[in-house]
């Protein structure tokens, strides 16, 4: 079955530090794939998502390109913020099923 | 309403008894699913509906967890029973169109469950 597996948190930085969470999948078809977050006290919110090999998407400075190569998507930020720790988490969804399905997520704490 | 709504935000049950989730999703969105969170982990898939058809309820871990939404719109997941393994958050989902490329979950607050 289709799976989603991410580095383990937490992930402890620095205000204005470069950010990457990794994100590898497997899937049996051609997913759409996406980046949720959540902050705390809240539900679960899209940060961004790519729907075919080679796209980026990006939304608040973050980035991920899909890359059917090496199924993966992994996410970055080039100067984070203490603002965006978070859980943030990795998903994909196969077409025709509708379903995400969604990595075990890595937590991300922003230090002053 | 703005945004999926869960009632109640927290519930203690005592094991053995019989708990009822509420989910009211977006109005409009015709897909609508069911998640449970343990801690430190990520949403694990429970039920699938759209509309009223109930899809998919191939996540629910035993007969003791039953869904439904009969009118299309507000959906309840109800366990009986309840054991202390069931503790966990309930997070509720609903999406439009039906499906497609990377068409988005709009995720309620989530109900946390413990079981004493």
């Known amino acids: 079955g289709d799976s989603v597996t991410q580095m383990e948190g937490p992930v402890t930085l620095s205000e204005e530090a470069f950010l990457t969470i990794n994100c590898t999948y497997t899937a049996t078809g051609y997913p759409s794939l996406f980046w949720y977050v959540q902050y705390p006290g809240e539900g679960l919110q899209l940060l961004l998502k790519?729907?075919?090999?080679?796209d980026k998407g990006s939304n608040k400075g973050f980035e991920a390109t899909y890359r059917k190569e090496t199924t993966s998507f992994h996410l970055e930020k080039g100067s984070v913020q203490v603002s965006d720790s978070a859980v943030y988490f990795c998903?994909?969804?196969?077409?025709?099923?509708?379903?995400?399905?969604f990595g075990r997520g890595t937590s991300l704490i922003v230090h002053p | 309403g703005a945004g999926v709504s869960q009632s109640p935000r927290y519930k203690v049950a005592k094991r053995g008894q019989d708990v009822a989730l509420r989910c009211d999703p977006i109005?409009?969105?015709?897909?609508l699913f069911w998640y449970q969170q343990a801690l430190g982990q990520g949403p694990e898939f429970l039920t699938y509906f759209q509309n009223e058809a109930q899809l998919d309820k191939s996540g629910l871990p035993s007969d003791r967890f039953f869904a439904e939404r009969p009118e299309g719109s507000v959906s309840t997941l109800k366990i009986q029973r309840t054991q202390q393994e069931d503790s966990a958050v309930y997070l509720c989902?609903?999406?439009?169109?039906?499906?497609?490329?990377?068409?988005?979950?709009?995720f309620g607050q989530g109900t946390r469950l413990t079981v004493v």
């Open positions: 998903a994909l969804s196969e077409r025709g099923s509708y379903i995400p399905t």
């Open positions: 109005s409009g969105h015709v897909s």
């Open positions: 989902a609903s999406s439009f169109p039906v499906g497609g490329e990377g068409t988005e979950a709009f």
């Open positions: 790519a729907t075919k090999a080679d």
